[in-house]
């Protein structure tokens, strides 16, 4: 799974790299219009253009009218709701059993002109156990051209949907071996079931929005997931896990 996200990231990054490259415009005074990049511009005298086929063209200074060097492109920053689906993993420390669990949120949002966005999101996250994530998000667009930068902050409760980690834990031994668990190992003379009672999280991240149309753009972040999961048992003992994780993401996003 990991392997096929990554390929998958990496193949649309280059694929848009490819549809994102501005072109130079050539207005000749025949009337025909050409576009492409140029190599070569030798001022007064001539330029060379490489066209999209590869051809590569070759024109004196007297056969132009003109040529356009296209300007950065902006993106209206409009107010308006916005729906965006991240998946991605959340690659773990040496104390988690998971290295790098699958995360995919739904997040409902509204864009401001100003570059602000908040909304509410919720999604599935396989770690230890399986939960269900309920997040605030807040992301700024630091500019208007492509592509949009922007910092992001989600911060929310993550509600488990079934299983005990921690039990399992116990029952190999592993709790003892990391410094991110409170109050420490579980007494041996119980046997009661350990429950998982879900947990706080927050992630900062950075990352970049790249417009595939007017409706449709793609998403890529990087960022700080943190995570303490709560577990309890009948006779009151409680047991807080602290998780720290780099959260990768790539996600589509509708306007």
Do not use: C
């Not at 079934?162 to 007494?187: E, F, H, K, V, W």
């Not at 009672?197 to 900062?204: D, V």
């Not at 943190?226 to 994780?245: G, T, V």
């Amino acid at each position: 799974m990991r392997t096929i996200l990554l390929i998958l990231m990496v193949s649309i990054s280059l694929s848009l790299f490819g549809q994102g490259r501005k072109r130079d415009v050539v207005y000749l005074k025949n009337g025909s219009v050409l576009r492409g990049t140029i190599v070569l511009q030798d001022p007064g005298k001539l330029i060379k253009l490489r066209t999209s086929d590869n051809s590569l063209w070759v024109f004196k200074i007297d056969q132009i009218d003109s040529i356009t060097r296209p300007l950065p492109i902006k993106i209206a920053l409009k107010t308006g709701y916005v729906n965006l689906t991240e998946i991605g993993v959340l690659a773990g420390n040496f104390s988690n059993a998971t290295r790098a669990p699958f995360t995919l949120i739904n997040i409902s949002s509204w864009n401001f002109s100003s570059g602000l966005a908040t909304g509410i999101g919720v999604g599935v996250e396989f770690s230890n156990e399986t939960y269900l994530p309920v997040i605030a998000d807040v992301r700024y667009y630091l500019r208007d051209k492509r592509p949009l930068p922007f910092v992001s902050f989600q911060a929310g409760y993550s509600i488990p949907m079934g299983g005990s980690y921690a039990q399992t834990m116990y029952a190999i031994n592993d709790i003892r071996t990391t410094p991110l668990i409170y109050p420490g190992p579980i007494p041996p003379q119980s046997n009661d079931p350990i429950k998982a009672r879900g947990g706080f999280l927050f992630n900062p991240a950075v990352g970049i929005q790249t417009p595939i149309n007017d409706n449709l753009a793609l998403t890529f972040s990087a960022g700080y997931r943190w995570m303490r999961y709560h577990y309890a048992r009948s006779d009151n003992y409680q047991l807080d896990i602290d998780f720290n994780r780099l959260s990768l993401k790539i996600g589509l996003l509708f306007k």
